[in-house]
């Protein structure tokens, strides 16, 4: 064994999304009138597992890693939630993960509760061994809180289906036979379902629509910005790109492009596998990776990371709807000013809900060993995501409030309903 190195940790952002994540809950609990003892439970988190943990490098040193897995309620159902890599990950950005994914959940009406993991770690620098060890050995770490009846985990920011096979054969060989349930996201070839690979994207071109039609937006006049190019961004660019919206601009962590006439998304995509960012690619002009967020447009899809438009930025926000592909990329400062700008916001826990709910189709599949065609996983998943954009849209309007909080007075009704009705133990 060689020099034991620690992995480089980085600064925490600038805004705390735990504590944005509490604001936000506190604010929907306020207007609730929820019960005091309710609010104490839910504005914590029920189970948070550190890990820390050694990787053997291809150099023959050993890499010590922190890892996490947060639940933060099951009174729904099992956990769900994703897996995210990357140098900025922290405790408290998990639980924020965590406790959005458990109103999520509730918004979609599955029969989950919300958790989240991650790994402080740019994946980047890891050679294809080195991910798969890492992977194995946290996937062993978390396994005393993971599995079909208790917490599922799914792709997240640089995860990816074959992550997840290795999650899954991991708990599979400490288990001696296969566990396919443990962990949603998979290939198809070891009971990942259709349709779920594209779902995060699709769910987004789905709110897009339902959006449009009712702010009298026509989708085929109407240009979008999108801040991400990954599996959420680049595939809610190439299907709403399909719907007749002109993609005007795209950014990825390399840098950001533009095309007023619109770029040509399947050739983008092409371009970014080849080789490896949006920047570059012909025909488009470069711009700052922050304009992206301000160009002139209709629709802005941030997919990236957190905490994206802040009270800095919030005034130079130019569409007139914001759809929250990625998770939390609003500040609850930006969130006010936004809606004082009457700028429409989709919220996270709505717009992004397309992924876990084929996660639960792929749930229910693996444990009954019985698949579905795609069209059936598509039409099931726009069933859903029509029925969450109206009950959320309802709830706004019923009490005079933006769409995030009424998604969040929907989701909190829910949750504290079956705390409730459990009662709690012993
Ligand atoms: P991904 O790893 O596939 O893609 C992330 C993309 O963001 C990449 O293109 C990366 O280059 C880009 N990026 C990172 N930092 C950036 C920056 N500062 N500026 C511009 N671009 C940047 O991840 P993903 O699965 O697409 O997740 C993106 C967001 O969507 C996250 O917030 C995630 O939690 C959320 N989300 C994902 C899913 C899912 O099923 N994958 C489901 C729900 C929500």
């Known amino acids: 064994m060689n020099a034991i190195a620690t992995a480089p940790v980085t600064s925490a952002p600038a805004e705390n999304p735990w504590h944005n994540a509490q604001r936000q809950f506190d604010q929907a609990a306020e207007l609730s009138h929820l019960d005091p003892g309710l609010r104490a439970v839910l504005r914590e988190v029920k189970r948070q597992l550190i890990v820390t943990f ?25 956990a769900k939630g994703g897996i995210r890599y990357h140098q900025g990950v922290t ?16 918004i979609a009406g599955l029969p989950f509760g919300g958790a989240k993991g ?33 917490d ?23 288990q001696g036979f296969s566990v396919p349930a443990v962990v949603t996201g998979k290939p198809l070839s070891v009971g990942g379902s259709q349709g779920r690979n594209a779902a995060t994207g699709r769910g ?16 085929k006049a109407s240009t979008v910005a999108i801040q991400g190019f990954g599996n959420a961004g680049s595939i809610a660019a190439r299907l709403m790109d399909a719907q007749g919206f002109t993609i005007a601009a795209v950014s990825d962590s390399s840098g950001a492009i533009h095309s007023a006439d619109g770029l040509d998304i399947d050739r983008l995509i092409a ?30 899809v941030p997919a990236a990371l957190e905490n994206q438009l802040t009270s800095e930025n919030a005034g130079r926000i130019q569409a007139r709807l914001i759809l929250e592909a990625a998770n939390g990329p609003i500040t609850p400062d930006a969130d006010i000013l936004l809606e004082q700008r009457g700028i429409t916001v989709v919220p996270d826990v709505l717009a992004n809900a397309g992924g876990v709910t084929v996660s639960y189709f792929e749930w229910v599949q693996d444990l009954q060993s019985f698949f579905w065609d795609e069209d059936e996983i598509n039409a ?15 709830s706004a309007k019923q009490h005079g409030v933006s769409l995030r909080q009424g998604a969040y007075l929907l989701a ?15």
Request: glycine share 6%; charged share 25%; net charge negative.
């Open 91 to 106: 405790l408290d950005e998990v639980k924020a993960l965590a406790m959005w994914m458990t109103w999520k959940c509730a």
């Open 118 to 150: 991650g790994i402080v770690v740019d994946p980047k620098h890891l050679s294809e061994g080195e991910l798969e060890r890492m992977t194995r050995r946290y996937a062993t770490e978390i396994s005393v809180i993971i599995g079909p009846e208790y």
């Open 271 to 300: 371009h970014k596998k080849a080789t490896g960012s949006v920047t570059g690619f012909p025909g488009a002009s470069a711009i700052a990776a922050s304009d992206v967020l301000e160009v002139r447009c209709d629709l802005l």
């Open 380 to 394: 099931r998943l726009e069933k859903v995501m029509h029925r969450a954009f109206t009950e959320v849209w309802d």
């Open 412 to 426: 909190i009704e829910r949750v504290a309903e079956a705390t409730t009705d459990r009662g709690i133990y012993p």
């Open 54 to 78: 050694p990787v053997k490098m291809d150099d023959g040193s050993v890499r010590v890693f922190e890892g996490y897995r947060v639940q933060h309620n099951m009174a729904r159902g099992p």
């Open 152 to 174: 599922i985990p799914a792709p997240d920011v640089n995860t990816s289906p074959k992550i997840m096979a290795w999650i899954m054969d991991t708990i599979s060989m400490e």
């Open 204 to 219: 987004v071109m789905f709110v897009a629509l339902e959006a449009c039609t009712r702010l009298g937006i026509d989708p």
